[in-house]
């Protein structure tokens, strides 16, 4: 291709000259040479500055100087330097009527050091306009810092070049050729010329090492070293922190210790970006310990020095061990603010994720998109609609990047919130889907009763041409299940293999068992148990188990809890549904037998928890607990509701309630479990059938709408009736 560019003058003057042009086969007039000592040579040498350079300047003009070959290099050479002025540099360039490819050289690497790349070609491709050869030095000056957007525009052209001119074998140019190609990202071209490369040189290693590191390919940074190391080409400081960076990444241990070594061996001196690079890839490798030693070493500690102790506790699963050297941090940017936010998320902490991020608010930290992703994944998780819709708001107005990243958070926070005609708002104005932003709202829909429009969802997804995955069918099925859709969902279920060559996994088998099981195909489900080309899990003996308490089958129940509790004795979940199941069918005997056992084990049922967001803030209730500061307040209001509930025909089901207690006091717990006050409840386990009783009566005495989440789906309770059609 022919790129059209100015000439020398488009730099100085602006007149156009193509690449097509450049070449000449004139000679080259050798540069004239200086034949005496200068007196105003030692002058430029030491200057100070530009002011006392253009005094200078003044005094080789008066004394007819300025034609001497060393005074015009010292001259250029100070204002193409840290202290000059690239301006002045082209204004004294261009009084220069044959200027030397050194001249030429030093120009090009001043525009280099100012980072105008661009003028630095324009200066090359006038200087092969005056038919001056570029040399060694040449293309290295030229090439050297390239942009990313230069190295595309310029880089195989110079490439070019620099074969025409026979410097394709000097290290300094293939050096910079691959450091050029790897910032276009084309990292093959650049092994290319690394590999026919003399290879002894460390720097051509080292460019070899940004680059993989620039595109990502951290496994060829491993393999790379293990080259180098063979070569016996000893590293420098440089080539350890990239070693070093790469198995960071990889969690490799065994190659960072050796990179490690190296800087015994070859005796490299610490360096804080070398000590940043050995904190982070030990941490980065669950080895604490070590890394806590390098960091207690490093004199002057930085953010990076403190973001991958953090991180690396973090990774741990340690979030109280990083929250300690978090809050002892003199700096904090985004990037750890995001780190430590993510963490609680990790550990499903979403309380004090939130917590933090009001911290971030209130130290003047701006979150960006990974921030938001994060907030608004708490916000789904703790069904906090008041905050997602006030991070939505944050968005739209602070402009923060909305990706495709950040619209699948709030598709998932708003379903999640029970808010699904939010979420379907939001998905439809995405300019950009992908397979995961159709498989959140096909989820979503599913999961808040809405299964023929989550279906429908579905189709449109074929017909948009996304491909579906193991996910995506797990929405898909899940959607039949909470609808009822039996023969859609073994339709499903067949087409997820014959028609997208999808094995199932064990979730789908649950799936499939959940929503055989609970339409009553009770032996039809174990069959689909027996079927499985895998070994059913314990969510899989779950789903049955489930199914059985829906259909009161303690039989069945008996031996999908067996089964269960091979798999996971401590499942503490299974001995008390199965206690209910014998409750429910009248089996006291079994019952009172069982009840034993867990007490003589020592099992304990896991307490309820509800979630009540008002005014942005999320309030905790666990059963038994009374901590809240208004709990006395709440308890009066809820014997005021249950006094109305009964005036409406409400009597408490206690049939599913597990507590060695007395009835009255059974009749009691049921009450103060409920939180029928609020709209938007989230709970930890799956609701009961007194609570779903309660809840629609609440809906029509009170007349408002409650929206609970448990452990499964949404119940949205309307004029005393819930979208699950009492299905669930």
Sequence with gaps: MTLSFPSRTHVLKKTPITFNKMFSNSSISPPSTLTQETPL????????????????HSQTIKLGLLTNPTVQNKLVTFCCSEKGDMKYACKVFRKIPRPSVCLWNTM????????????GVLIYLDMLKSDVRPDNYTFPFLLKGFTRDIAVEFGKELHCHVLKFGFDSSVFVQNALISTYCLCGEVDMARGIFDVSYKDDVVTWNAMFSGYKRVKQFDETRKLFGEMERKGVLPTSVTIVLVLSACAK?????VGKRAHRYVKECKIVPNLILENALTDMYAACGEMGFALEIFGNIKNKDV?????????????????????????????????????????LRVNRFREALTLFREMQTSNIRPDEFTIVSILTACANLGALELGEWVKTYIDKNKVKNDIFVGNALIDMYCKCGDVEKAQRVFWEM???????????IVGLAINGHGD???????????????????????????????????????????????????PNEAHYGCMVDLLGRAGHLNEALEVIKNMPMKPNSIVWGALLGACRVHRDAEMAEMAAKQILELDPDNEAVYVLLCNIYAACNRWDNFRELRQMILDRGIKKTPGCSMIEMNGVVHEFVAGDKSHPQTKEIYLQLDEMTSDLKFVGYMPDISEVFLDV?????????YQHRAGVTIRIVKNLRMCVDCHRMAKLVSMVYDREVIVRD?????????????CKDYW
């Design 431 to 441: 300019l950009r889907k992908d397979k995961f932003t159709w498989t959140t709202m």
């Design 662 to 670: 007395g009835e009255e006091d059974k009749e009691r717990a049921v």
């Design 711 to 723: 452990k499964t789906r949404f119940h949205h309770f309307k004029h005393g009736s819930c979208s």
């Design 453 to 503: 429009k989550g279906l429908d969802m579905f189709s449109q997804m074929l017909r948009a041409s996304i491909i579906p995955d193991e996910v995506t069918y797990v929405g898909v099925l899940s959607a039949c299940t909470h609808t009822g859709m039996v023969d859609e969902g073994r339709k499903y279920f067949a087409d997820m293999t014959i028609q997208h060559g999808i094995e």
């Design 41 to 56: 040579i030692s002058p430029i040498e030491t200057c100070e500055s530009m002011h006392q350079l253009k005094q200078i």
């Design 108 to 119: 090009i690497k001043g525009y280099s050091r100012i980072d105008s790349h661009k003028n």
């Design 250 to 254: 990889l969690k490799d241990l065994d």
């Design 304 to 344: 990076i020095s403190w973001t991958a102790i953090v991180t690396g506790y973090i990774n741990r699963g340690q979030v109280d061990m990083a929250r300690q050297y978090f809050d002892q941090m003199p700096e904090r940017d985004y990037v750890l603010w995001t780190a430590m936010i993510d963490g609680y």
